[in-house]
């Protein structure tokens, strides 16, 4: 008999980086595939702003809002018993200044269920986190690439190369000292995501980082194989773009031939 699964929360996520247990994490926007992920003991939900692309079908993630976020994190929030959920502050809810970080976090906690925020940035962004820190609210850092600086950034570029290596540990370490609880490293060359893991007392999490981070994030469309396309840090465990399409072929197929409903799927005068 498995032993049922303990709640998830910051502290949890300390204890395992101490342990040197890894722990895995992974973006939901919605209570069906929460409730599965936070069954299989996944440590850590993240309602991501990558809705703007995986669910929203923009072209990155600046178009979504807060009011989306809200929704999206409700349905994860009501669905996840053990996972830490942790939503994402979307593009400009945090930029203008620390009182509007704070307005717009205390928002998303209140109305998403949600138990901390996620923000993107490094030391221009140190200001907010301390006011949201302050304010009660656990905070998230991003560091590497950050889509919501894809275009300052260039495009899709990895982060931490050559003089920018020195640069990112130091933004790493001003940003606990800030107060985040956790620090998202994306796209950041695998020793340097090593060195900045070990430099830390607080848990880093991967995502084209290397396996040397204490946790791993995937966006869960891509891990499950309904992306189309992929990239070079997503290993798919599952293809479920060919089964719903060889699916949804099937349906149709047996609608047009009137095999579907059958009388096992029909009632009975």
Request: proline share 3%; glycine share 8%.
């Amino acid at each position: 008999m498995t032993s049922p699964l303990k709640k998830v929360r910051t502290s949890t996520l300390l204890s395992l980086k101490q342990s040197r247990t890894a722990f895995a994490c992974i973006t939901s926007y919605d209570a069906l595939t929460a409730e599965i992920f936070d069954q299989a003991g996944i440590e850590v939900i993240l309602v991501g702003d990558s809705a703007g692309n995986v669910v929203l079908g923009h072209e990155n993630t600046l178009e979504v809002s807060v009011e989306e976020m809200i929704s999206f994190g409700k349905a994860v929030a009501q669905a996840a018993k053990h996972s830490l959920v942790v939503i994402d502050m979307p593009f400009g809810s945090y930029e203008v200044s620390p009182e509007q970080a704070v307005e717009n976090a205390i928002k998303l906690m209140k109305h998403s269920g949600a138990e901390a925020v996620k923000l993107e940035g490094g030391k221009d962004r140190i200001p907010q986190i301390k006011a949201i820190v302050a304010a009660g609210i656990p905070v998230m850092g991003h560091l590497g690439f950050t889509p919501q600086s894809v275009h300052a950034l260039g495009g899709f570029k990895v982060q931490g190369r050559g003089d920018q290596a020195s640069e990112l540990l130091v933004e790493a370490t001003s940003l606990e000292q800030a107060g985040v609880f956790a620090l998202v490293l994306e796209m950041v060359p695998a020793q340097l995501a090593k060195t900045i893991t070990e430099s830390l007392s607080i848990p880093t999490i991967g995502i084209g980082a290397g396996n040397q981070t204490d946790g791993q994030i995937l966006v869960w469309q891509d891990f499950a194989g309904l992306s189309n396309g992929s990239r070079k840090f997503v290993k798919q465990y599952a293809n479920l773009r060919d089964e719903l399409a060889a699916a949804a072929h099937s349906y149709r197929s047996e609608v047009q031939s009137r095999a579907f409903p059958d009388k096992e799927h029909s009632f009975e005068d």
